[in-house]
């Protein structure tokens, strides 16, 4: 089993970080096939041999990944994606 951990540092209001984690779980959900799921300031997302959440603070977000035996073969690849796409959304 892989693990992806990233940090995103951000300056947004909650309301504008919750937007850009929508934003980012939308790419990843339909890219990956996961389906999400909001538990307070958590963003949960999962599927067959994915889980993880998204995690919002004042001043970070931070993504943590979990993937099966198959899907960790593409663990740098999804990282990489996954880590431009935060920063991209959350350095706004």
């Avoid at 949960?44 to 977000?61: I, N, P």
Wanted: glycine share 6%; with cysteine.
């Amino acid at each position: 089993m892989a693990e992806i951990s990233i940090v995103q540092q951000h300056t947004l209001s909650p309301a504008a970080a919750r937007t850009a984690a929508e934003q980012v779980a939308q790419r990843i959900a339909t890219e990956y096939g996961l389906a999400c799921q909001w538990d307070g300031d958590v963003l949960r997302f999962e599927r067959s041999g994915v889980e993880g959440a998204l995690t919002l603070e004042d001043q970070q977000a931070a993504m943590r990944i979990n993937l099966g035996f198959l899907m960790g073969a593409f663990a740098p690849a999804i990282e990489a994606k996954v880590a431009e796409k935060m920063r991209k959304t959350f350095a706004a």
